[in-house]
């Protein structure tokens, strides 16, 4: 069968069983859709695997977050109590100077109260 036209002289694929035929047909320069679908998968597959390898270092990152947020947290109660510790110090310290102060106030008023009472006398 002669065919007119631009697809005349074109190479193609068929049932060599024609008028019979199954009714395959294929252009010999069509790309194989199996392949290309072959290739799909194979890039679908190969970003997968990327992308699990994506998901484990980040699950790793997070782990690591985790861990030095605890320690953070371990730091943070520890100054808190550091804290509390030098706190209490210095209240008491201070409590401290305010009786050492009303101390010397009171021998400076007993003195004072000696002086008066040894001038009357």
């Known amino acids: 069968m002669k065919v007119q036209g631009p697809t005349r002289g074109k190479r193609f694929y068929g049932c ?9 047909f294929k252009w010999a320069d069509e790309e194989d859709r199996v392949q ?3 290739f799909l998968l194979f890039e ?12 484990e270092e980040y699950e790793n990152e ?15 109660v520890e100054m808190a109590i550091e804290n509390t510790e030098r706190l209490a110090i210095i209240s008491s310290a201070t409590a401290d100077k305010k009786l050492y102060n009303l101390l010397v106030a009171s ?4 003195a004072i109260v000696l002086l008066l009472l040894g ?3």
Not at 44 to 55: H, K, M, S
Not at 62 to 76: F, H, M, T, Y
Not at 107 to 110: D, H, K, R
């Open 36 to 38: 290309e679908l072959q």
């Open 16 to 24: 060599s069983h024609w008028p019979n035929s199954c009714g395959f």
């Open 119 to 121: 001038r009357g006398g």
């Open 62 to 76: 997070v782990k690591n977050l985790k861990q030095a947020n605890w320690k953070l947290e371990d730091d943070v």
């Open 107 to 110: 021998w400076v008023l007993f």
């Open 44 to 55: 679908r597959d190969t970003r997968i695997a990327e992308f699990e390898v994506l998901l």
